[in-house]
């Protein structure tokens, strides 16, 4: 046997030793990263599940979306070990409806949480369901539209809704989180935390700020307040763009400190030997507009892609899938389903969104975003297209052609305009669920959060 044939026989069977050391000595989680498709099973009914969201995060303003300012380096390393989708689309562009679609897997009219009527107690919550199946429950959030008394505290053994006093930031929920998880070490739960902290008015801490700030001068202080945006917005006050900037810069301020603050629960997570079992869904409920189409450092008022394209990064027990990218559209409702089938749930019938496993796995599925602003905005939207009815004015978007959806294309292809109108109205039917009408019943404390959030006057 000549010396050449030696070396290629001994470099085979030390590759094979190699990839069989490989198979014996890694996690599941990293076994999936050698067989990401059809690997090992992907159910794991005793896992923990976190779902974070953070409120008005748009997904274009995170470094893994494609923004380069450096405003979230630590979920950009995160993203290694997680499923990452590209195209994930909220269900409403405001913080009621849009978080009762992820809790219920319905979209906003079938829920019909939404203009200060509660999520009706005859709907399953993700957290009823998972309750009922041995989970501890319970959530730290900011309150406004998800405490309590708009139907969020469903299913929750505790729901604790911080008040307008307490300026809540992801630090602050996540120091909440860690005390609990110290005092109940034992048996899963599900914890959903909640901050309001990149949403108006904006007011970062001055060492995050000079972060972003390159030297504005201009007329506008260092926090932007709700009453300076409606002066703004009401064009009571004329901004020019080193005045946008300066806004932006606050905005990007928040999410930086936002960022820093997520590591700190990973981190935590992985000291108490928790990661590896846990589910952690980073998610928002809207992103923000500044000046797209009008508005500036808003939402709830228009059904374009910088207040419906959000953020959605899934890690899953044992890490399962990482450093998956999934370019297909996902939208809110399918968080619900997803997180059931990996703790091995069956989901209710009456949900609208799917399951992402099969995605995940490597199967195509053709999924149709409707998303909705009250009773007269509504859109469907495909990869490539998006068709928008507000009032009697219709839209139709070339999403690949034009993304910044600033050409109507309505009257040029009157064909697919009439196949999408079709579509969303048929999906628009409703269930069999009736909707009760009844509004929550808000005391001066809420009335002063959601004032001070720009969501009432």
């Given at each position: 046997?000549?010396?050449?044939?030696?070396?290629?026989?001994?470099?085979?069977?030390?590759?094979?030793?190699?990839?069989?050391?490989?198979?014996?000595?890694?996690?599941?989680?990293?076994?999936?990263?050698?067989?990401?498709?059809?690997?090992?099973?992907?159910?794991?009914?005793?896992?923990?599940?976190?779902?974070?969201?953070?409120?008005?995060?748009?997904?274009?303003?995170?470094?893994?979306?494609?923004?380069?300012?450096?405003?979230?380096?630590?979920?950009?390393?995160?993203?290694?070990?997680?499923?990452?989708?590209?195209?994930?689309?909220?269900?409403?562009?405001?913080?009621?409806?849009?978080?009762?679609?992820?809790?219920?897997?319905?979209?906003?009219?079938?829920?019909?949480?939404?203009?200060?009527?509660?999520?009706?107690?005859?709907?399953?919550?993700?957290?009823?369901?998972?309750?009922?199946?041995?989970?501890?429950?319970?959530?730290?959030?900011?309150?406004?539209?998800?405490?309590?008394?708009?139907?969020?505290?469903?299913?929750?053994?505790?729901?604790?809704?911080?008040?307008?006093?307490?300026?809540?930031?992801?630090?602050?929920?996540?120091?909440?989180?860690?005390?609990?998880?110290?005092?109940?070490?034992?048996?899963?739960?599900?914890?959903?935390?909640?901050?309001?902290?990149?949403?108006?008015?904006?007011?970062?801490?001055?060492?995050?700020?000079?972060?972003?700030?390159?030297?504005?001068?201009?007329?506008?202080?260092?926090?932007?307040?709700?009453?300076?945006?409606?002066?703004?917005?009401?064009?009571?006050?004329?901004?020019?763009?080193s005045d946008k900037k300066h806004i932006i810069d606050t905005y990007d301020a928040e999410i930086k400190s936002m960022d820093?603050?997520?590591?700190?629960?990973?981190?935590?997570?992985?000291?108490?030997?928790?990661?590896?079992?846990?589910?952690?869904?980073?998610?928002?409920?809207?992103?923000?507009?500044?000046?797209?189409?009008?508005?500036?450092?808003?939402?709830?008022?228009?059904?374009?892609?910088?207040?419906?394209?959000?953020?959605?990064?899934?890690?899953?027990?044992?890490?399962?899938?990482?450093?998956?990218?999934?370019?297909?559209?996902?939208?809110?409702?399918?968080?619900?389903?997803?997180?059931?089938?990996?703790?091995?749930?069956?989901?209710?019938?009456?949900?609208?969104?799917?399951?992402?496993?099969?995605?995940?796995?490597?199967?195509?599925?053709?999924?149709?975003?409707?998303?909705?602003?009250?009773?007269?905005?509504?859109?469907?939207?495909?990869?490539?297209?998006?068709?928008?009815?507000?009032?009697?004015?219709?839209?139709?978007?070339?999403?690949?052609?034009?993304?910044?959806?600033?050409?109507?294309?309505?009257?040029?292809?009157?064909?697919?305009?009439?196949?999408?109108?079709?579509?969303?109205?048929?999906?628009?039917?409703?269930?069999?669920?009736?909707?009760?009408?009844?509004?929550?019943?808000?005391?001066?404390?809420?009335?002063?959060?959601?004032?001070?959030?720009?969501?009432?006057?």
């Open positions: 046997m000549t010396m050449q044939k030696k070396f290629i026989i001994f470099a085979i069977v030390l590759f094979l030793s190699v990839a069989l050391s490989a198979v014996l000595f890694k996690t599941p989680g990293q076994l999936s990263r050698l067989f990401p498709i059809g690997g090992p099973d992907h159910r794991f009914p005793d896992c923990n599940i976190i779902l974070i969201s953070i409120d008005t995060l748009r997904a274009d303003h995170l470094g893994c979306y494609g923004y380069s300012r450096g405003t979230s380096p630590n979920i950009d390393r995160f993203l290694e070990e997680c499923v990452f989708f590209e195209q994930h689309i909220a269900n409403a562009p405001r913080t009621l409806p849009s978080h009762a679609s992820i809790f219920t897997s319905l979209i906003p009219s079938h829920h019909g949480a939404d203009d200060d009527r509660p999520l009706s107690e005859g709907f399953l919550t993700m957290a009823e369901i998972l309750s009922q199946n041995g989970y501890r429950t319970v959530s730290f959030n900011d309150g406004g539209y998800v405490s309590e008394k708009f139907g969020f505290g469903q299913g929750f053994d505790l729901y604790h809704s911080f008040p307008k006093t307490s300026r809540g930031t992801l630090k602050n929920r996540v120091n909440n989180a860690m005390k609990w998880i110290r005092e109940n070490p034992a048996g899963k739960f599900f914890m959903f935390l909640h901050t309001y902290e990149v949403h108006h008015p904006y007011t970062p801490a001055e060492d995050y700020l000079a972060l972003f700030d390159s030297g504005y001068s201009g007329g506008l202080p260092p926090h932007i307040t709700r009453d300076l945006l409606l002066e703004i917005n009401d064009n009571e006050l004329a901004i020019d763009e820093e603050s997520f590591v700190v629960l990973i981190d935590f997570l992985k000291k108490r030997e928790l990661y590896d079992n846990t589910m952690i869904i980073f998610t928002s409920d809207h992103g923000e507009e500044f000046g797209e189409h009008g508005m500036m450092g808003w939402h709830g008022t228009t059904l374009f892609d910088e207040v419906l394209h959000v953020p959605l990064i899934v890690k899953f027990p044992d890490s399962l899938f990482s450093s998956t990218v999934i370019g297909q559209q996902v939208r809110t409702i399918d968080i619900l389903p997803t997180v059931l089938e990996v703790c091995g749930i069956p989901e209710e019938k009456i949900f609208e969104g799917q399951s992402l496993i099969k995605m995940v796995k490597g199967k195509n599925q053709r999924l149709y975003a409707v998303s909705e602003m009250g009773g007269y905005g509504k859109s469907i939207r495909t990869s490539a297209w998006k068709y928008c009815r507000v009032h009697s004015t219709e839209m139709l978007f070339d999403l690949e052609a034009n993304p910044e959806e600033s050409r109507n294309l309505a009257s040029e292809h009157p064909d697919r305009k009439t196949r999408l109108k079709g579509l969303l109205d048929s999906l628009l039917i409703k269930p069999y669920i009736t909707v009760p009408e009844d509004k929550a019943k808000l005391d001066k404390e809420t009335l002063d959060q959601l004032r001070d959030l720009g969501y009432i006057r």
